[in-house]
Structures are given as structure tokens and as C-alpha cells.
């Protein structure tokens, strides 16, 4: 990676620093949520409640340093629900690709939670939280890699008893004027990683801490964001891990790097502003630079890096390695 040791240490140290409020980290999604317009508060006065909708472009999808989207355009778009109390619920929606996740080509994103102020510190916000991810149509069943075929020559899957990606989380932060921060932690296995699909056992309890900066500069409306995080997944790959008996694969779990560890540590940082076009307001612009390490299991040779889809051949990308992300979208 493209980073000294000194950097490594000083991100590693801020991912823990606090445990502060940030939404969960889409690129797009959250920098729209920073550009509701004052002409969105007018329009629902009176009412307890207001309803916002998103919808953007983004030149890659990154999800915590990782790209979700092989490296190419998505576009994504959601709605969010919030109540004067501080309740809050929404949906949100992105293209993924079919080669992290075979036979879904969306990510569907549901989540609830409360947010609030605490009195006695001024600036000072909480919340609390849960949020599903999830992939309709895909399944670790679907886990198929080229040249391990079954006997009428058909790819093979290689995690036959294998169950779906979908993720719930349990999280909770607090914030202060621009600076938050969070920990995610998991109700379910990390993304369907457990003993049927080759690792040494249940992934439950993975956790991301993130500590997030949205600070608004004096010139042109912009706003500087920054983000660090830390992935630990409670497990590891088991290279040991043989399927063959039930019809999967001898070794599900190999990569040419051996790497057996997905934890790391990823940060972005960039340019947002806030602009309108015509009388439309609520228009949102970013440039960001994403990035994150373990490049031995997210790159190429490594087990993260490499395609599941298996059709018509098997691909492999650095799935992690340090991208520009353009956005462009509009909160309504």
C-alpha cells in the first residue's frame, strides 16, 4: 500500500479514539443527507414527521474500503422516515456485482434507530441503532469457481450448504458539533461467514469502529470529509476446509497469497459541496480519495480479491486499492 508506517499507526490509533455518532459510511448516500436544503423543513412544518428521498451516481462503489462494485459506475437511491422525537427508519439501495455476491445484482439496505441530543454538553448527540444488509436472489450457495466442475461438467458450488450474505448489525455512537464516531457490531454471522462456507467457525460479533469529520470550510459551501475505520471479524478462513464429501469444493477457502485474515483498516477523504441547479435545490457533488490495507486477502492474490461468480471465467481485481470516487446526487 501506498502509505508509511507512521500513517498506519496514527489511522489505527484515531478507528479507536472514540465511539462516537456517524451514519453508516455510504459515499453517496450520506453526503446527500448533509445537502437537505432549508426549503425541506419549510415544506413539512407542522408535522411531526418528514419524509426525504435520495437518488445519485457513483463512479465506484466503496462500502469500508472495499469496493462493492468490481470497480465500475453504480447508481444508487433510498428513502429515510424521521420522527420530531428522534426516531428514525429508511431504505437504501446500490448495484453490486455478481462476482462478490453471484446472482445478486443489488443491495438492499434496511435500518432503524434513534438519534438525540445530550442537554448537559452542547453539540453533544447519541444514537442508537440497527441495520440489515441485504442481497435478494444471492446465496453462499451460488459460490462457483472455473475449472472445478461436477461430473456433467457444470460448475460446482463450492459451499453447498452454504446460507445468504444478509448481514444485521447492531450499532451506537455519539457525535460532537462536526466530529462523530461509531461501533457496528453483528447480530448474525459477518455476511454469511461461518463454518458451512469455510471458516474456522461463527463470525458473530464481528465488529467496525469508525471515526467520521464533516467540516464545513469557508469557501464555495464546501465541506471536507474524512473517515477511518476498523474491520475485526471474529474468525479466520479455514484452509483446512473440505466440502468434497457433499459435493463442494476440496479447498473453498485457498488463495494464491494464503492469507486467512480479512481484518483491516480503510479511510477516505475528500471534498463534499452543496449546490443547486436552476430552482432545484438539494443537489450534492464529492471527490473522494478511498483506500484501504490487508491487501494480501482484499487484492488480487488474495481470497477477497477473487471472483465467486465462477462464469464465464474467473476474475480476480485489488479490490481495496486506493481509487478517486466522483459522486453526484440529489436529496428530495
Known amino acids: 500500500m501506498r502509505q508509511s508506517k507512521l500513517i498506519t499507526a496514527v489511522l489505527a490509533t484515531l478507528s479507536f479514539a472514540n465511539f462516537a455518532h456517524a451514519d453508516e459510511p455510504k459515499v453517496l448516500h450520506e453526503?446527500?443527507?448533509?445537502?437537505?436544503?432549508?426549503?425541506?423543513?419549510?415544506?413539512?412544518?407542522?408535522?411531526?414527521?418528514?419524509?426525504?428521498?435520495?437518488?445519485?451516481?457513483?463512479?465506484?462503489?466503496?462500502?469500508?474500503?472495499?469496493?462493492?462494485?468490481?470497480?465500475?459506475?453504480?447508481?444508487?437511491?433510498?428513502?429515510?422516515i424521521t420522527h420530531s422525537s428522534g426516531f428514525y427508519t429508511g431504505v437504501w439501495g446500490s448495484g453490486v456485482t455478481p462476482n462478490t455476491y453471484p446472482d445478486a445484482n443489488t443491495e438492499i439496505d434496511v435500518y432503524a434507530g434513534f438519534n438525540g441530543t445530550i442537554p448537559t454538553v452542547e453539540k453533544l448527540g447519541y444514537t442508537v441503532g440497527v441495520y440489515g444488509y441485504l442481497y435478494p436472489g444471492g446465496s453462499w450457495k451460488k459460490y462457483k469457481f472455473t475449472g472445478d466442475n461436477n461430473p456433467d461438467g457444470t460448475l460446482k458450488s463450492q459451499t453447498p450448504k452454504g446460507g445468504r450474505w444478509d448481514t444485521y448489525e447492531l450499532n451506537a455512537?455519539?457525535?460532537?458539533?462536526?466530529?462523530?464516531?461509531?461501533?457496528?457490531?453483528?447480530?448474525?454471522?459477518?455476511?454469511?461467514?461461518?463454518?458451512?462456507?469455510?471458516?474456522?467457525?461463527?463470525?458473530?460479533?464481528?465488529?467496525?469502529?469508525?471515526?467520521?469529520?464533516?467540516?464545513?470550510?469557508?469557501?464555495?459551501?464546501?465541506?471536507?470529509?474524512?473517515?477511518?475505520?476498523?474491520?475485526?471479524?471474529?474468525?479466520?478462513?479455514?484452509?483446512?476446509?473440505?466440502?468434497?464429501?457433499?459435493?463442494?469444493?476440496?479447498a473453498p477457502s485457498s488463495s494464491t497469497s494464503g492469507a486467512t485474515n480479512p481484518d483491516y483498516t480503510d479511510w477516505k477523504i475528500g471534498l463534499s459541496k452543496a449546490f443547486k441547479i436552476g430552482a432545484t435545490e438539494g443537489w450534492n457533488a464529492g471527490v473522494y480519495w478511498i483506500e484501504s490495507d490487508n491487501s494480501r486477502y482484499w487484492g488480487r492474490n488474495g481470497y477477497g480479491g477473487s471472483s465467486f461468480n465462477g462464469a464465464p471465467s474467473t476474475q480476480f481485481k485489488n479490490l481495496n486499492d486506493g481509487r478517486v470516487v466522483l459522486t453526484l446526487g440529489r436529496t428530495f
Open 31 to 80: 453526503e446527500l443527507k448533509e445537502a437537505k436544503a432549508p426549503y425541506m423543513e419549510e415544506k413539512q412544518a407542522g408535522s411531526d414527521w418528514a419524509a426525504t428521498g435520495n437518488i445519485g451516481v457513483v463512479s465506484d462503489y466503496y462500502f469500508r474500503g472495499i469496493s462493492q462494485s468490481w470497480h465500475k459506475p453504480t447508481v444508487q437511491g433510498g428513502m429515510d
Open 173 to 250: 455512537g455519539l457525535s460532537y458539533d462536526w466530529i462523530s464516531a461509531k461501533l457496528s457490531y453483528t447480530l448474525t454471522d459477518w455476511f454469511g461467514a461461518d463454518k458451512d462456507t469455510g471458516w474456522n467457525g461463527s463470525t458473530k460479533g464481528s465488529t467496525y469502529i469508525e471515526l467520521n469529520a464533516a467540516y464545513p470550510l469557508p469557501w464555495w459551501d464546501l465541506t471536507l470529509i474524512a473517515h477511518v475505520g476498523r474491520l475485526n471479524v471474529a474468525g479466520k478462513l479455514d484452509p483446512n476446509a473440505d466440502f468434497s464429501a457433499i459435493g463442494g469444493g476440496s
